[in-house]
């Protein structure tokens, strides 16, 4: 029993800790202790993440986001749970940070956000796409929507635009109806302006049979 218990110490007098003992964990998250220790038990850290990501004191949600963050994409695991933090915590930006770390198993989750009614959870939907680049590519047509919505709070059209230059070669299409959008728009110019760039450069690649 002693030798499970070594196997996760926790970095303080309060002596060791199996990451089990959840509650523990939460007290620690809650004032912003024992990330570390949980960190660097990577992968092994994803059932404690995940419960501690789903409670409803939002500082343990926000370091157990910190924690998956720094472990990486051996937490994949905890995407479900993140999305479903950004869902009750659309302004938790820490949580946005850690899907960004995410990549492809994050863009799966995050392109059913783009079409909810809650603007502040769309844009942090997108940003989170936006650190994810080319593996966003299915995305391309939510984002499309969200820009060309006159609707939709301007920062986040903006936002959508330049998640859509961040893509790559996969948004080369959304080329004409970027420039449209830019032509009929005066506040959105500049944005459509850096999309259009990139897409052009990714382009200009693609045609040219260079790296990416």
């Known amino acids: 029993a002693l030798g499970a218990l070594l196997l996760f110490p926790a970095c303080s007098e309060q002596g060791t800790r199996s990451l089990s003992d959840t509650e523990y964990w939460r007290v620690r998250f809650s004032h912003g202790e024992g990330i570390d220790t949980v960190v660097a038990q990577g992968r092994a850290a994803v059932p ?8 409803s004191n939002e500082n343990v949600v926000q370091f157990a986001a910190m924690a998956a963050q720094q472990i990486g994409p051996e937490a994949a695991g905890t995407v479900p749970a993140m999305v479903n933090a950004l869902v009750r915590y659309p302004n938790q930006a820490y949580v946005t ?17 783009l079409a909810d009614g809650d603007a502040e959870l769309q844009k942090q939907a997108v940003l989170a796409l936006n650190g994810i680049g080319s593996p966003a590519a299915s995305a391309l047509e939510p984002l499309l ?20 230059g961040s893509i790559g070669e996969e948004a080369i299409s959304a080329i004409p109806r970027i420039n449209e959008i830019a032509v009929k728009e005066d ?4 944005s459509a302006a850096m999309a ?4 052009k450069y990714a382009k200009r690649v693609r045609e040219k049979g260079g790296d990416r």
């Open 187 to 190: 506040a959105l110019r500049q």
């Open 196 to 199: 259009n760039k990139r897409l």
């Open 48 to 55: 404690l993440l995940n419960t501690l990501l789903a409670d």
């Open 97 to 113: 940070q850690a899907l960004k770390t995410m990549k492809d198993d994050a863009v799966q989750h995050l392109v059913p956000l």
């Open 145 to 164: 929507r969200i820009a060309e919505d006159t609707s939709a709070p301007t920062e986040l059209r903006k936002e959508a635009l330049v998640t859509l």
